[in-house]
């Protein structure tokens, strides 16, 4: 374990460059890159070496050209088939798998989110090989480091296995952006294996408000709202001012004033905006897991000892039922 200070990419010699192979794995729903899942082809340019990228689904060509505009990705690696649209693990697995096998890579990155959490290990299962979990920074070509403890202490990890199956706090690495970039598309390989698994459905919440994960401002409320009334009633009309996400500790999820997806913290979403309004939020260590990494951290708390302003860069020790209507007025005007 080491301080929670995390050094840049130690230089990695141009000859070991070469060796490298990297398979970045990118999302995509309903034929849409989830842009979110570049963060995996920024980590690959990290580590050095060739870049592949890989793109799963029904009619993927549209997609697989979008990502081969991202500069320095030498390949996109395109598998055709509806039975790959859902991400359903069981049998996108030995997909990744085969295709691992094929291209011979020595790092596989997919980022930390749902899709990654539940396909990764299972990849890493399958090749014997160890999974490492949530990286936020890359120190060679075998070490990286990651959170431990909800965030309390750093680990810098080493790998020793021929393959390092991993995967990426989003918020550590910034997306990459299409550009120029002229990456060949080629077919993989399809396994076509049967999944166990049927896709039944799915029921999403959908907002027009910014997407909290990549929000550059979230407004957060806690169990100091009292009510999912009085959650509405002030936390909705600041997040409009401002054009901010809306974000909820766990409690305020738990007590029904908000739904479970706007859960930031250990056991909800990591977020590191550029802005971060903590409301009637006391700061329990599982609620910082989720966003201590914000640029700036303000927040409003009638407890001046709350331990939110331990983190806090600004701080308003005050009633929130009278405080934000003041500051959303404020902003309008
Ligand atoms: P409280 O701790 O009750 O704080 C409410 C705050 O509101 C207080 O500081 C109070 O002073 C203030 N307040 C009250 N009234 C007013 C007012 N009128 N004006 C201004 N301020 C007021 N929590 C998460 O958030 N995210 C997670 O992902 C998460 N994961 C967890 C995982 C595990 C395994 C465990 C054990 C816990 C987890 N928790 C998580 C729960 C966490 O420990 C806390 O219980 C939770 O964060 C508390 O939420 P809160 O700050 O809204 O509520």
New binding site residues.
């Given amino acids: 374990l080491q301080p929670a200070t995390l050094s840049p990419l130690r230089s990695t010699p141009a000859a070991l460059h070469r060796l490298l192979s990297v398979l970045a794995v990118l999302e995509q729903r309903d034929g849409k890159l989830n842009t979110g899942s570049l963060s995996a082809i920024t980590a690959a340019q990290k580590l050095g070496g060739t870049i592949h990228a890989f793109l799963a689904g029904s009619s993927i060509k549209p997609v697989a050209e979008q990502a081969a505009k991202v500069p320095g990705v030498e390949k996109i690696i395109a598998v055709d088939n509806a039975a790959y649209d859902k991400g359903l693990p069981e049998n996108y697995a030995p997909l990744l798998v085969e295709n691992i096998k094929k291209g011979g890579y020595t790092h596989v990155i997919a980022g930390h989110t749902a899709f990654g959490k539940n396909l990764l290990p299972r990849v890493a299962a399958l090749l014997d090989v160890q999974q490492i979990s949530d990286i936020t920074a890359i120190e060679n070509d075998k070490t990286f480091v990651r959170p431990i403890y909800a965030g309390n202490a750093i680990a810098t990890v080493e790998s020793s296995d021929e393959v390092r199956i991993i995967t990426i706090r989003g918020t550590a690495f910034p997306a990459a952006e299409p550009a120029d970039g002229t990456a060949a598309v080629e077919e993989g390989v399809d396994p076509k294996v049967e999944s166990a698994t049927e896709w039944v459905g799915e029921d999403l919440a959908k907002s027009d408000r910014p997407d909290l994960a990549t929000a550059p401002k979230v407004v957060s409320g ?3 709202l009292k009510s999912k009334e009085e959650f509405d009633r002030i936390m909705l009309p600041l997040a409009d001012t401002l054009g901010a996400a809306v974000g909820a ?4 999820v738990d007590s029904g004033y908000a739904d479970n997806s706007l ?6 979403k990591v977020v590191a905006p550029q802005l971060y309004l903590a409301v ?5 260590i ?2 910082l ?2 966003m201590k990494d914000s640029k700036v951290i303000a927040a ?4 001046g000892d ?1 331990p ?1 302003f331990q983190v806090a860069d600004v701080g308003l020790v ?4 009278e405080k934000v209507p003041e500051l959303t007025e404020k902003l309008r005007a």
């Fill in positions: 806690g169990r100091g500790s766990r409690a305020a859960q930031v913290g250990q056991t909800g009637g939020i006391s700061g329990a599982q609620h897991a989720g409003i708390n009638k407890d709350a939110i005050g009633d929130l039922f």
